[in-house]
């Protein structure tokens, strides 16, 4: 057999003869429930359509509906995904998907309630636990009101929504578990504080820079500008340099203004600050060098991508925390950014809670307090144990000194 034909067969197969099949029986596919979550299409087009009819509903601004409330792409499609979640749920404890022709056999209170207990483990009613079912009772409330049941149903609802409440009391214990390097280890703060100006040092030399060097300048730009505004980052990637940045007039050097309007915030509290002279200038160079080769048509917005428009929240906060962990090995989101700042001033500023409530934009001083009291107890425990040490240092110190000499009245 010449190695042309022997490649041939090789590749094609079709020298050789079929191979008997393997004498071994098929293992069937695992039942989908017991893998994934239900599908939409795994239920009645009527619900399809409801459930249609619902996004549409939510995505849709009606000023004249004083009741309707306006529900961002994202959060939509976690509302959808948590009732894909209490619908699998109850088809595999017994329910068809076949049942549910309606969004109104959905928030029915006996189904509510079997939907949920199949969900709490041993009936312990845990944080975790409730934090869980929270997120399932609040779009089936959505859902209820999109609906328009009658006002007993609602007040049932509303009960069972209660009984389950999560209530957040401070900072969760991810963000706190990440906090620890940054707060405990000094040279890790350090390196997160200076690495603007490590990037900046790095590509002083640059006029023409790749793509990859003008992202990298947008990461040191959107890290320091947190660092100076601990802003939300939805405030950040919507940063408009028509709309949102005064700069110096005449193209001079200076410091920059940011100013966000009340209703663009998540909170409803305007963000007017001035930017150091040392932002200012490492934003300056930014815009002036290293943005113009990222988009590829003509856009106003500061965090640029390169198809010209902004990056999303999600993205740019997933960028930021890729730079920051390649960077110096921590795992920092531009959120904990807000937590890092708050941390970082009261560690001088011990009690100055209404300055972190002003910074952070926080309407509320007991939100404020609730989220970064604990850092104040830790410190309140640092200080007496150092007082703890004080005194056994004192009293090791009288330890070695000679007792004092005794009159001889008292001696006899």
């Not at 940063?239 to 966000?260: F, H, K, T, V």
């Amino acid at each position: 057999m010449s190695v042309a034909m022997s490649r041939g067969g090789r590749g094609t197969g079709r020298s050789r003869p079929d191979r008997a099949r393997p004498p071994y029986p098929p293992i069937p596919a695992p039942e989908p429930l017991a893998n994934r979550l239900l599908r939409w299409a795994d239920f009645p087009g009527s619900l399809q359509q409801e459930v249609e009819a619902y996004r549409q509903r939510m995505l849709t601004s009606d000023m004249f509906d004083g009741k309707h409330k306006l529900v961002r792409p994202v959060t939509i499609e976690n509302y959808l995904a948590r009732l894909r979640t209490y619908l699998t749920g109850l088809a595999r404890d017994g329910m068809p998907p076949e049942h549910f022709m309606s969004l109104a056999r959905l928030v029915k209170i006996s189904t509510v309630k079997r939907g949920l207990e199949l969900r709490v483990v041993e009936g312990k009613l845990d944080d975790q636990r409730r934090l869980d079912l929270t997120t399932i009772v609040v779009p089936l409330c959505s859902v209820a009101n999109f609906i328009g049941i009658d006002e007993a149903h609602r007040r049932e609802l509303s009960r069972i929504g209660k009984k389950v409440r999560h209530r957040q009391h401070g900072m969760n214990a991810k963000n706190k578990e990440r906090l620890v390097p940054l707060l405990g280890d000094k040279m890790a703060m350090l390196r997160l504080v200076y690495l603007p100006a490590e990037i900046a040092h790095e590509l002083r030399k640059v006029k023409e820079p790749t793509v990859r060097q003008a992202q990298l300048m947008q990461m040191a730009c959107l890290l320091d500008f947190l660092l100076h505004v601990p802003a939300r980052i939805k405030n950040a990637a919507e940063l408009d340099m028509a709309e949102n940045i005064a700069c110096p007039a005449g193209g001079q050097a200076g410091s920059w203004r940011i100013a966000i309007a009340a209703e663009d915030v998540k909170n409803k509290v305007a963000i007017d600050a001035q930017l150091s002279e040392g932002t200012s200038a490492l934003l300056d160079r930014y815009v002036t060098v290293f943005r113009p080769v990222l988009p590829k048509q003509p856009t106003a917005v500061l965090f640029v991508s390169q198809k010209g428009c902004g990056k999303g929240p999600s993205a740019l906060s997933k960028q930021f925390s890729r730079f920051v962990h390649a960077r110096i090995g921590l795992t920092v989101h531009a959120h904990l950014m807000r937590h890092f700042a708050a941390h970082l001033f009261l560690k001088d500023n011990p009690g100055c809670y209404e300055d972190v409530r002003r910074m952070l934009g926080h309407k509320s001083l007991t939100t404020t307090i609730s989220f970064f009291a604990g850092l104040e107890t830790d410190r309140a425990l640092a200080r007496y144990s150092e007082l703890i040490s004080s005194l056994r240092k004192d009293i090791r110190i009288a330890s070695l000194e000679p007792a004092p000499a005794c009159d001889e009245e008292e001696a006899a």
